[in-house]
């Protein structure tokens, strides 16, 4: 059974809409874990939107399941991830003007850059794991660079507009995951997926790990967090 991590940016998204100390993204990790939850993923971004360096700090001093942190391959997001010792990190793409990851890591275009960062914090004992689209190219490219992981991108087949898209971006995960099942990569798969669309994906047991957070939080906000992981869970489960 693959698991479930979830990512509590945007409850940090709430209370920075008003600058406050809450809602705490901390407290809500707390009762995702409570509830089940498998880990915990936070997004410390260039531009601090919703995590701040702080909560990062906390959940690595409460968190009893796993942290899981993305990040930028930067120079500065990888002295933090040092510091910081979380359980894994996941690369990602980030934008300035984006309002959520738009995709998955160009691996062909960036690879010497991403692979001086993951041979740096696997060198420190920190597993990496990278967010890339479900294509043949990226997930070699992500094999010989000895990453751990990769977390395929889902959101083209969550977000398509007609059936057909879907049934091809379905396709291309399939793959994606058998050839990184051969490869001997460490599978996880996010980005759109919610309680109507995991349910393509629950059986597919090259996945190790679900990691959603919209749908949770945005859940969460009307039924409380422990029903909305649990709901989550009952449905991968």
Known sequence: MAGLAVNVDHV????????ASYP????????????GADGIV?????DRRHIQDRDVKILRDVIQTRLILEMAATAEMTGIALNIKPDSVTLVPEKRQELTTEGGLDLL???????????TLQN??????????????????????????IEIHTGTFCDASTEKKREQAFLDI??????????????NAGHGLCYNTIKYFKDINEIDEFSIGHSIISRAVLTGMENAVKQMLSLIK
């Open 24 to 35: 705490d993204p901390v407290a809500a990790a707390i009762q995702a874990e409570q509830a």
């Open 124 to 149: 420190s004992g920190i597993p990496v794991s990278i967010f890339i689209d479900p294509s043949p190219e990226q997930i070699k490219v992500a094999h010989q660079i000895d990453a751990a992981m």
């Open 174 to 187: 399939m793959n994606a995951v058998k050839l990184a099942g051969k490869l001997k990569l460490g599978v």
């Open 109 to 119: 275009m960036h690879k010497n850059n991403i692979a001086e960062t993951v041979e």
């Open 42 to 46: 936070v997004h410390l971004r260039e």
């Open 12 to 19: 940090a998204t709430l209370r920075e809409a008003r600058k």
